[in-house]
């Protein structure tokens, strides 16, 4: 086998002689250009925003002197804790008996690939199964110029070289918007430059809102919505970073902005070029892979291509490293002789910004979508932060969480969190999603107080199914 | 944010034409020929659970003067549950905002005023009820020298020059990218600053690189903007909001009294049942002076140095301490508690400095400090503005010489201070000579106090005073 991202590796004790090709680092994106250094940064901005907050002390009666920080020892904190990460896996992977072969991967055909330095050489090597795991890079539209230091993407971001007095943000998606929550924390001033009509596009309506009023409005956050940079200069010559934006829909020139720095956050584009992936005939739709629900690779001719998978990234499916680790242990698990087929819906994600935002399942728009469809009711429960004590004593009564479901029988379409810990708290929707635990067997459940758990706990219990659970197994609706 | 819409009509030049147009003759005109009237109507707050008696204002979604779609959120209410936002009922425009982020109302009452046209908008904001009794007064330094000693004339003197400067780069925003001031570059901080204080990006110099207008310059051009009112010297700034004064009076209407001044009146009206009388002093005040100058440092104000010095002298002579509650007995104080009036935004308060006989100079400091930023911010306890047993008053900030004062029930009496000024003595040894006096006129219930106690206690006060030693220990 072949991969790339080597998360989910160490879960592979299933007797299978396991090598990896690793054309950078070990790790990967995550490990070294996103979730780590990103979490390393949230966890500084978080606590400075805190500290900073004299008003937020002072009601626990608290006064802090004026609180600062050192650039590079944030930077070097990321760092740091990516080379931490990055040789922990080394080890790991080493010590699990996994062979790691450093080089770029080619197919050549069906179970036979190359690794090198690229180009004609190379080293041929057969392998039973191939998972390609080569994930994804930094999306730069075009007409954007990145210089890698006034304009940037998150992989300059992530190194933290400096913090500019004034950087517009491409993309008010998660990336976008956890970078607003760093650099506001640490006395910048952002500008959101998004396509679409509304922030934050990817989350629940509802969420939103409430995030951008809690997460936008009251910091030195402004946006301009419904346009496109169409072209982007780098700083040069004391002059600051030109962008011209144009009306998204129609095209007309709307504004130029002058700005210290741009992050471009436009999403993320698949990293498939050089695979060779001509040799066993599969063309890449937009750049991603196309698989099936086994995440087994799909040829030209809408064939299957024998012991060839692909995860991750790449193949567009869900782009989140935990997604991506979890279409691995379904592969792996098929590989070992069991069928497994994994459930996207139950798979949570997570905004770090302070206060978090999570979700798994459906939103609101897309549950009544859905529900229009195939004939059944949709409800919501919703419940604030502001009746758990827990959340109180912290003085973070700002929170929102939202559960809908299916009233008839139970069924949790999505859950949706805003608020202190929401990233953590999410689990338990989501197991019980994967699980395919109704509500009403959910609810009896006991939490621990005070703990921000109860809001959970608060949502399942205010929720109104007509179904009762009952000791004897309930004949399941088909 | 209550004075906003006053700043915001002074840089809307039509504004206050078109309220006197509509006075004279538009008003008939219009109905004659429209058929359908234009309302203002109002934005009531809403019952968001059955439970809810009063909602707060989390924020305002829109501001004064946006566009309204039936059907759009305009505020977010904080009920007794969660916040919700509220939709608006009507199209139109948000004319008024009645109710500020942050203060609570009612269920049912109104807090915001919508408009159905443009020009309706000033219309509705002259409807809006002024200096609503809940509202908190805005940070504003123009309440500062009326509430505390520390003159604000040297920082009036470095403001005007300020004034002046940002007066006459106006319109001459140096922006290279500006385009000779048709575009205006501004950090986004800075333009959440101008719209909340209702500042014009336009007329600000920017400090920031390449020109840029950053936060800092909004605030100074807003802090100018305030000052400038009495100054004379900004045409077009703000010089018809109005001067550092207590604003949004409209003339020729007719206001009713808030809870505080119904309060004030009631209480005068009571005083006229009580017999007085008024002995003036007056006392040279240089050693004080000189006393506040060394420790002004270590936080001391002169409000409080004269409280120390008045409970000293109340010490020594209780019966003017005391009171008449009953108009048969004296009622023999057993603390000194020294009222001091503070004049805040639509009213007159009272904090009270209790046992300032016994209580540190340097405590009695810090705690005046402290009720003076509760009294402004409309949290004074009961307990902090009822229980004085003498009254304080001073005007000697505004270059009052002298003055009475009215006597507040419940108490025996009060002394009004007026200012400290050079004057032109004659000393017993025949020569000429200038020291700097204050006069104090001390009001009292004649049915306690007597001429000769009032007159004891003064000579006393005036010899403290003038020998300020005890004062520090």
Redesign the interface.
Known sequence: MFINTAMFLVRTPNGLKTAIIEGDVVGGTCVNRGCVPSKALLAVSGRMRELQNEHHMKSFGLQVAAAGYDRQGVADHANNLASKIRSNLTNSLKALGVDILTGVGTILGPQTLKYGKGGSGGTAITAKDIIIATGSVPLVPKGIEVDGKSVITSDHALKLEYVP??IAIVGSGYIGLEFSDVYTALGS???FIEALDQLMPGFDPEIG??AQ?VLI?PR???YHTGVFASKITPAKDG??VQIELIDAKTKEPKD?L?V?AALIATGRAPFTQGLGLENINVQTQRGFIPVDERMRVIDANGKLVPRLYCIGDANGKMMLAHAASAQGISVVEQVSGKDHVLNHLSIPAACFTHPEISMVGLTEPQAREKAEKEGFEVSVA???F??NTKALAENEGEG?AKLIYRPDNGEILGVHIFGLHAADLIHEASNAIAMGTRIQEIKFAVHAHPTLSEVLDELFKSAKVKVTSSPVAEPVSV | MAHSHLLQSSFIPTAPASLRRRGVCAAPVRQRTHLIQSKIREIFMPALSSTMTEGKIVSWIKSEGDKLSKGESVVVVESDKADMDVESFYDGYLAAIVVDEGLSAAVGSTIALLAETEEEIALAQSQKPSSASVSVPPAANNDAPKAAEEIPTPVAAAATPAVKASVGALGSAVHPASEGGKRVVASPYAKKLAKDFGVDLRGIVGSGPNGRVVAKDVEAAFAAAKLSGGSGGGATVASEAAEAKPSGVELGSVVPFTTMQSAVSRNMVESLGVPTFRVGYTITTDALDALYKKIKSKGVTMTALLAKATALALAKHPVVNSSCRDGKSFTYNSHINIAVAVAIDGGLITPVLQDADKIDIYSLSRKWKELVDKARAKQLQPNEYTTGTFTLSNLGMFGVDRFDAILPPGTGAIMAVGASQPTLVGTKDGRIGLKTQMQVNVTADHRVIYGADLAAFLQTLSKIIEDPKDLTL
């Open positions: 007095d004034w001033e952002v500008t809102k409430l009023r409005n030195k956050i402004d002059k600051p130029v002058e210290d919703k419940t604030s502001k009746a929102l």
